[in-house]
């Protein structure tokens, strides 16, 4: 849920962006096509909210390592209803204030719930379920690295490493870009770190006893993110897979659907939707439906296939 919240608070702002600019280009007239820049979400996240505010209940804190999103989305259905109030009215000091949906969502948050939860789901289908293997990738590599970092050094060296902002010092934990003190007293135990590509150039934190405080990062990697892949183990793929198996994982760089693939590869409709039928029983492509079309996208075995 912070990659939903983040990514699409990004996708809001106009402005262009030197690393997600590929992914936006794509994504954006998707989720226009599908009325998601104009819904639900779009009132909880609006580009110029107070300090890129994203209500709270939003962000649950993950139940463990790899939290699905249907198990996430559970924990927003199971929202307080005087949480999600208190959440909205924070969101009110953006310009404009609420719009009908979310003040329908603070008069009834029980009843409103769901509609929400579906719409958080057709979204994630749209924008990020198709590129979830490369995002995910990122976040792994991270988190093997932060791992690292404590084996080797300690908790401090990995504080002091998370981000410019972020620092470690004779016992307290400081945050340069927070406005208010986080005290131990009054904050849930722990600390959950949560590396993530759609942060931006800084952290975020989220407070709310008695989970532990979270602490979203931006994730190491994330520059490279949309970085075009060479093949380089095509020959060899093609022996195993086919040739036209292995030209369309080559060209699934970035999501695409059945039409775009055979106009890109010369191969008939028909032909690529059997072969993209093989590759994904086999495990080496998802499909993700986007209004009337279907986007295939490689999944992490395809893309560990195709890595040099």
Do not use: C
Not at 85 to 102: F, M, N, S, T, Y
Not at 162 to 177: E, I, T, Y
């Amino acid at each position: 849920m912070w990659e939903v919240g983040t990514s699409f608070r990004l996708l809001r702002s106009r402005a262009a962006h030197a690393v997600h600019q590929p992914w936006i280009d794509q994504v954006r007239p998707r989720v226009a096509a599908a009325g998601l820049d104009r819904g639900r979400l779009a009132e909880l996240i609006p580009p110029d909210a107070p300090d890129g505010y994203v209500p709270d209940f939003l962000n649950p804190a993950p139940a463990g390592p790899a939290p699905t999103l249907a198990a996430e989305l559970a924990r927003v259905l199971a929202a307080p209803a005087a949480q999600v109030r208190h959440d909205l009215d924070r969101l009110r000091e953006a310009p404009g204030g609420l719009g009908p949906r979310a003040r329908a969502l603070h008069a009834e948050p029980r009843a409103q719930l769901p509609a929400l939860a579906e719409e958080i789901t057709a979204y994630w289908e749209v924008a990020l379920a198709p590129y979830w293997a490369r995002v995910r990738a990122v976040l792994d590599a991270d988190i093997f690295h932060r791992a690292r970092q404590v084996a080797e050094h300690g908790a401090a060296a990995l504080l002091n490493d998370l981000h410019p902002s972020v620092s470690w010092n004779h016992s307290a934990l400081r945050l340069g870009r927070r406005r208010r003190a986080l005290a131990r007293n009054t904050a849930g135990a722990g600390l959950l770190l949560i590396p993530s590509a759609f942060t931006g150039p800084g952290p975020l934190t989220l407070v709310r006893p008695p989970d532990p405080p979270q602490l979203a990062y931006p994730a190491r990697g994330v520059g490279t993110l949309w970085a075009s892949r060479p093949v380089v183990r095509g020959g060899a793929l093609a022996a195993v897979l086919g040739r036209s198996k292995a030209l369309l994982l080559a060209e699934l760089d970035s999501p695409a659907s059945t039409t775009e693939l055979a106009a890109r590869t010369g191969l008939s409709a028909p032909a690529v939707s059997q072969h993209l039928t093989a590759l994904r029983d086999a495990g080496l492509t998802t499909a993700h439906r986007t209004g009337r079309s279907v986007l295939y996208a490689r999944t992490a075995t395809a893309e560990s296939l195709l890595a040099p």
